[in-house]
């Protein structure tokens, strides 16, 4: 599944980097403090928070997540959105709670360390 | 210079989480028995007792800086340590615009604001354990604006910590130190002190009981106790220097 299916599967936001649309979607994360993001995270994740510093895109970027949604209704800064548009890294937003999105997605089939 | 030896970090009974005991006397005295030539209070999103402490040192011989440990919205702590009150409580202004909420003192403690003689004078209402809506760019920024200096909270912990939160120590933000915890050791953080990105090191007790007081300083070589030359000593300038304890 590409990013593109889920941002308009579940209508997600577009805040930047469209130019990661296409990036393949394999597995799912959801955390908020990065150190356990950077620990835990699988390659190919498309990753839920409520943690909106720029730092998300690095993190995102080291990990080579497949796009970040920021849950919640929380909103990008500019320099985050600069930051993701930098990396064509997909930043994508919901008013959902992690709980809730990430219970749609997993039933939409993203849950590939449970094959 | 002069061998000054400071603790930044020490909570009064505002902080909901400090014991009732840490009245600005109590203080005052524990960090004269244990030697310490200066401290910055730094309560929990608040400087309502800055004033307080600092008169009673003023009156026992040790010299107090006014600050706050301020929370981010991303639960980053750092310190932001001032000259005078007003600074403090200029800085307090900002945070209280940005937070929100109503303690329970039976779930986090009470939150006493008391005078230099140890009186209560009330308790403050506001959810001072929370995070403020401003994030932690911002405030190095306006602690910078206000003539402060920021800086980052037990780096070496896991929770509140910039490390622990945000991975790494964003390399544009212009923090002036980042703080060990009395526990913390230089060598144990993964991947070495590098994650430290070079920033000058203090230790401090982040006491919350008298008993804690002592349990970590620093050393400042400094002329005189004020915020310039802290900072000096920081960024070892004509000088100045530290060496933690």
């Not at chain 1, 805040?15 to 995270?41: F, Q």
């Not at chain 2, 800085?91 to 003192?105: A, K, R």
Request: glycine share 8%.
């Amino acid at each position: 599944m590409k990013v593109r299916d889920i941002q308009s599967e579940f209508n997600l936001e577009l805040a930047a980097g469209s130019r990661g649309l296409d990036r393949d979607v394999s597995d799912g994360y959801c955390g908020d403090l990065l150190s356990d993001v950077i620990a835990n995270a699988g390659s190919g994740a498309i990753w839920l928070t409520i943690q909106s510093h720029q730092n998300i895109v690095a993190v995102a970027a080291l990990k080579d997540l497949a796009a970040i949604v920021l849950v919640n209704g929380h909103r990008p800064d500019d320099g985050t959105r600069a930051k993701a548009e930098e990396e064509g890294i997909p930043l994508l937003l919901s008013s959902e709670s992690s709980y809730r999105l990430a219970g749609k997605l997993f039933c939409a089939g993203i849950d590939l360390t449970a094959v | 210079m002069k061998n000054f030896k400071g603790d930044l970090h020490i909570h009064s009974c505002l902080s909901p989480c400090a014991e009732l005991e840490m009245s600005p006397l109590t203080i005052v005295k524990k960090c004269l028995e244990k030697g310490l030539d200066f401290i910055a209070l730094c309560d929990h999103n608040s400087a309502e007792n800055t004033g307080a402490v600092l008169r009673a040192g003023a009156r026992l011989g040790l010299h107090v800086f006014p600050g706050i440990e301020i929370n981010s919205m991303e639960e980053i702590h750092s310190l932001a340590i001032f000259d005078n009150e007003e600074q403090a409580v200029r800085m307090q202004q900002i945070i209280y615009e940005h937070l929100h909420g109503m303690n329970s003192p039976g779930i986090f403690g009470e939150q006493v604001i008391v005078n230099e003689i140890d009186e209560v004078e009330g308790f403050n209402e506001r959810m001072l354990i929370g995070s403020t809506q401003l994030n932690i760019d911002v405030i190095v920024s306006e602690v910078h604006r206000l003539g402060g200096i920021s800086i980052a909270c037990h780096v070496d912990r896991p929770s509140y910590s910039i490390i622990g939160q945000l991975g790494f120590i964003p390399p544009d933000l212009e923090l002036d130190a980042v703080e060990l915890s009395w526990r913390g050791k230089r060598e144990a953080f993964p991947g070495g002190i590098k994650v430290l990105k070079g920033l000058p090191i203090v230790t401090s007790s982040d006491a919350h009981s008298p008993e804690d007081i002592g349990r970590a300083c620093t050393s400042f070589f400094i002329k005189s106790p004020c915020v310039n030359e802290i900072r000096m000593a920081l960024q070892e300038k004509s000088g100045r220097r530290t060496v933690i304890n």
